[in-house]
């Protein structure tokens, strides 16, 4: 039993790649009719003219000269004849129905011309038009919008407005107003900058860099960096993408095409905008710390991309990363003919946070016996600079035979006793052979210049200086790290604690309802130990005297703190007092505060007083946890320094939501305290686990109350004991949306699983529930219990093994695009086996889902596939998806047969095929 999930199906005799698609099922509105935008067969070009210097000119110019094979016909009432080729005066008069239309024509005209090229039949345009979202039509609609909504009825695509174009060399398309063309290459460039766009070109052309695509996407009022990444994450012409970024408008389709991309290829970032004034009006201090371009850095190391500072270190990256072998570690050895460059990179190593890792006692005996007794005896290997090619060859030999080393920088510095072009030719070899990765760097220009091609051309990568080396050696860092995140799925429900959700849900609610925003310090922390996070005992007091009795009933010494609506951070104020010791003291310190408060806010309400016992914990770390919200990416949890200086130490980090506990402890380990807290000295190590899980429940609580904005917890006091919060504030307010729906990453959803028993599964149990990027393995085992025409019907081809780009695409899906779920048996005595799935892709608009179906050859026939379709009509109609449709070979008669069971209509077949299509909202019993 087996469905495909294939759309445009022309013969049986293409399985291979309809297998492809129907095993990744991205058939979404996120790439639907791009292809007439990047592989058109015919191009025309509205407001195409001869004046010079005009953008219709410069458009018809590049048509021409760039070897476009189709017909370019160009649309001008006022002209019979444009760059040699007949024109037209209007659309009704064109020949034939173009793929792709560009159109140079002033705003007005837009919106009219999108409609007749959609009626027409196109089905994607490039408005180079500038100015569109600054004008309006007659009926007060910004003309950007009367465009979307007349290419909307015939799924017309448009790339722009307000963009320099596209470029395709590998067809000859520059389809743009560039002064400059782009030559075939495997790199796609998206850019939302039109000038940088240019500029690029120009430094490509200069150092021979080529294109796959080349993208100006303007104002992406359709096609944005999304839709691009879809494209392009499944486009064989691309190994590479690089973006340049100024803002992101959807968060959450942005990460979901970021992580799908990043799994296949590499994604690099350059982002302009580092600017974190939208912090300035923040409540908390968590909301002043978590700047935007933080927040975007951490989006970027959980969609597994690479995030870049210039457009150089763009190209930097590119020349690194589709060359680098797989990088297990962080240990660089660095081997040079000379001090003074080794300990440049050494240098640039140290001030990026790394450190230089120790030649190995087996490695350095093996280089006693190669190298002049003068050699450096330590990394960097400095082999002195009179070091023959045999030298040379024998010390990379020695360093990579060694397994605790997973990188080499191999640095030349000239000289006139050796030539550079004899040690190139003995090293690459060694270097083409080895499994590490080896970054080169030959200082110096013509004298080096045969040296460093013959590295080239064996795909070694080579740079100008020791610090690039180094920052090429911190990109493959970064890139592996963040691709590790990629693999992580932090669950929907907690899994190692319990939470109270209820009583927290009844103080935000008794919040709002009294039309406060801010909780009290002590609902604050009500909250906080509803979700098991230590707090210490706080009490309220309505006056002074109720201060002082509650100070008597909780024992001496106690800390005092103002209470107000009106007073965010009562440290500022003077609202805070500690170590009172007596009767007397707290007394005095609360008729203080209030005449503090009185003269520096007359018009603050001063509700009372909080009074808790002190906490005296030596030692103790302080720090602060917390969430603010971003205008792009939602919400998000800080971790960093704490303490009444937190601003001022400045040491924080950022991630989003949510967390589990390999990701709560990324987040605490790019921070400075974070050596503190492993223990120095006589310090001992602090409680991180216990940190880490602290932060988990803090991610636990955004997912399940989506009224908190804001949360600060400072001081948190961490030691090796454990944490205790000692101050809390939280900002709510009213929220329309579900707490995980919020998100910019969808947490896995485990509240998706289910048990139930069955005969056919070994031990009698099987789970259904959500494919993990941890079943990769177990995926691959399944399709290896798929006979072969069971395989061809559910993939149309003999499928029953995936490349590893496949599989991780397979398994690492995004929650909030498309669902796969796997029936797991549950066997306790074996490892789990995937004994069938069911996958489901739906397009953005949430009109319809694709399904394909297929279960294990020796177990079908037993009820799994009805189960697992029940399941999976629940889930889309819990949605509110409109349709689930699939296509089937027209001899799966088990597939027809349980479609015509849950109520599938069934059309075709044509050319072997039927389509199934169950219309989600009709009231068809689930069995």
Known sequence: MAASICIEIASKNAWPEQGRQALIGLVIMSIRNLDYLFRPRSVVVIGATDRPHSVGSKVMSNLMQGGFQGPIIPVNPKYDHIAGLPAFRNLSAL???????????????????????????????????????????????????????AAKPYLLRILGPNCIGLIVPGIGLNASFAQASASPGKIAFVSQSGALTTAVLDWAAE??????????????????????????????????????????????????AARAAARNKPVIVVKAGRSVAGAVAAASHTGAMAGSDSVFDAAVRRSGMLRVDTTQDLFSAIETLPRAKPLRGDKLIILTNGGGPGVMAADALGLAGEELTTLSAKTRLKLDTILPATWSKANPVDIIGDASAERYAKALSALLDDDGYDSVLFIHAPTAIVPSKEIALECAPLIAASSRNLLSCWLGGQGVSAAKKIFSQAGIPTYQTPEEAVQAFLYLLAYRRNQALLLEAPSSQPADFSVDIERVRGIVKTSLESQRDLLNEV?????????????VDTRVASSIEAAVTLAQQIGFPVALKVLSPDITHKSDVGGVALNLESVQHVRAAAQRMAAQINKAHPNAQLTGFTVQAMINRPGAHELILGVANDETFGPVILFGHGGTAAELINDRSVSL????????KNLVATTRVFKLLQGYRDRPAADLPGLYLTLVKLSQLVIDIPEIVELDINPLLLDEHGAIALDA???????????????????????????????????????????????????????????????????????????????????????????????????????????????????????QADMGIAISTGLQSKGLGSRMLSKAIRYCRGRGTAYMTGTVLVENSRMLNLAKKFGFTLSGPVDGIVNICLDLSADHPIT
């Open 207 to 256: 150092n021979n860099t080529g294109f796959s695509k080349f993208i100006s996407i303007g104002n992406s009022a359709d096609i944005d960096f999304s839709d691009a990444l879809d494209y392009l994450a499944s486009d064989s012409d691309t190994r590479s993408i690089l973006l340049y970024i100024e803002s992101i408008k959807h968060a959450r389709k942005f990460m979901s």
């Open 523 to 535: 609902e604050a922390k009500s909250v906080l130990a509803a979700y098991g996070i230590p707090v």
């Open 657 to 664: 939501p949510p967390l589990n506990m390999t990701l709560a």
């Open 95 to 149: 020949p034939t129905v173009p793929d792709l239309a560009i159109l140079c024509t002033p705003p007005p005209t837009v919106p009219g011309l999108i409609g007749q090229l959609g009626r027409l039949g196109t089905k994607a345009a490039i408005v180079l038009t500038a100015g569109l979202d600054s004008q309006f039509t007659k009926a007060g609609i910004d003309i950007q919008q009367a465009m979307l909504e």
């Open 729 to 847: 504030r939280i900002k709510v307010a009213p929220s329309l949306q579900g707490g995980a729906d919020r998100l910019a990453i969808r947490p896995y959803p485990k509240e998706l699983e289910e048990i139930f028993e069955h005969e056919g599964a070994k031990g009698g149990a099987v789970l259904l529930r959500p494919i993990l990027p941890s079943d990769a393995q177990a995926y691959q085992l399944f399709l290896q219990t798929l006979a072969l025409e069971d395989a061809r019907n559910r993939f149309f081809c003999s499928l029953n093994q995936l490349p590893q780009s496949e599989l991780a695409r397979v398994t690492q899906i995004d929650y909030s695009r498309e669902m796969t779920m796997v029936l797991v048996s549950q066997n306790k005595s074996e490892n789990e086996a995937i004994i069938g799935e069911i996958r489901l892709a739906t397009d953005p608009d949430n009109q």
